[in-house]
Each structure stands twice: as C-alpha cells, then as structure tokens.
C-alpha cells in the first residue's frame, strides 16, 4: 500500500534562517506531489507542485521554493525564513487525474 | 470568486442530530468531487468522494448538484467523533492543472453529548 512520510512534525525556526522540509512517497511511481500551507484559522494553499523529477511549478510568488531530486522525493525549502512562513505545511501525493490526495501528516513551522 | 465556497460555521449539534453542510463552486466544467474531514492540528483525510448520482456511506450521504454548482454532506445520527473540520473540494475540468484540488475553507463541526 502508499504511505507518504513528512517530516519533522514541529519546528521553531527565527527570521532569517533556512529550511528544509522533506517528503517521500512509499508504494507507488511517478505520483502528482504538492506542497500546501495552511496558516491558522486559514484554508490551504497550494505552494508546488510536480507532475515528475524536475517538473516544479509554483502557484504563489514568495520566497519558498521547491525541487524534487527523486520520483518520490519532494523537498520544500527557504533560504531565509520570514514571520509570515509560519503555518501547517503538507505534502500531498496523487495517483493521477480521477483522484483525490492522501497527505502527509504535516509540519508545524513557527517562525520567531 | 474563490473557486469553493463554504459557509464556516461552527455547527454546533447534539449527539444524534442530523445535520448538512453546503458548498458551492465557481467552474462548471469541473470533473470530480470531494469532501474531506480534518481532525484539530492534523492533517485532512479523504471522508468520500461525491458522484453525480449521489451517494452515501454509512450515515454521510453527499449530493452534487451540477446545475447549481451546489455540493452537499449530510450527517445523520451524529457521534461526538464526528466533531472536526469538513472540506470541500473540486477538481477542475482536464484543460486545468494535472491533478490540481480546489478546497474550501472548511465548515467547523462540533457534537456535543
């Protein structure tokens, strides 16, 4: 079966400092990745998304950025955090068009 | 317009009420439908998908309405474990972004004994 696994679960991190959230995908090949963020009391928002290795696409200009170096790999990163990056990030994973997605269980990233 | 529109809550119900939440979604061509539920500080999971005839599973029952863009979920006999945040989601038609899931904001649930 496919299970997707995210970490860390938690991160206090200050202004300014780097990121690095990591995803990966058990079970299954060449799957749809996302990236979303959920801010508090927020609704998701879609950061990336990759259709294979290399293919990024980013729907909201800011300073996070991603990459995905393996077909079930998908990395989220920042060079330098802001107050604003705080929120529940989540990867998600699909198996194509007609269905729906399985999340990670998310990272909780406070930035002080 | 946001593409999926829901009215946030809170519901609040006693165990064993019926209750319904409404969604509405801007793209009339979109494919497939979804409702999701997430639990507090967790991560959303699928609950059902929604199918043009409508279905149901166990005590939720979703309803899609493709003439008024209108997707429904109705709860019956209502547990405390259903106490959670329901989200609506839509995938556009294939002209659209491979894959790409439309959410709402989430209606807040709680039941209480």
């Known amino acids: 079966s496919q299970t997707i696994h995210q970490w860390p679960a938690t991160l206090v991190q200050p202004v300014g400092s780097p990121l690095s959230l990591e995803c990966t995908v058990e079970?299954?090949?060449?799957?749809?990745l996302y990236w979303y963020r959920q801010a508090a009391g927020r609704g998701l928002q879609l950061l990336f998304y990759s259709v294979g290795i290399g293919q990024i696409s980013s729907e909201v200009p800011q300073n996070l950025s991603a990459s995905r170096p393996q077909d079930r790999q998908f990395i989220l990163s920042s060079k330098k955090l802001l107050l604003s990056d705080s929120g529940f990030y989540l990867c998600?994973?699909?198996?194509?068009?007609?269905?729906?997605?399985?999340f990670g269980s998310g990272t909780r990233l406070t930035v002080v | 317009r946001k593409e999926v529109e829901q009215d946030p809550g809170p519901f609040n119900v006693p165990e064993g009420a019926t209750v319904a939440f409404n969604c509405t979604y801007s793209?009339?061509?979109?494919?497939?439908f979804f409702w999701y539920r997430q639990d507090c500080r967790k991560e959303p999971k699928l609950l059902m998908s929604v199918y043009s005839s409508g279905n149901e599973d166990g005590r939720f029952t979703a309803q899609l309405n493709r003439a008024s863009q209108y997707i429904s979920l109705l709860i019956r006999d209502s547990k405390l474990s259903d106490s959670a945040t329901y989200l609506c989601?839509?995938?556009?038609?294939?002209?659209?972004?491979?894959?790409?899931?439309?959410f709402g904001r989430g209606t807040q649930l709680t039941v209480w004994p």
């Open positions: 793209n009339s061509a979109s494919q497939s």
């Open positions: 989601v839509v995938k556009p038609d294939r002209g659209s972004t491979l894959g790409r899931l439309y």
């Open positions: 079970g299954t090949s060449n799957p749809n």
């Open positions: 998600a994973w699909s198996g194509g068009f007609n269905y729906g997605y399985t």
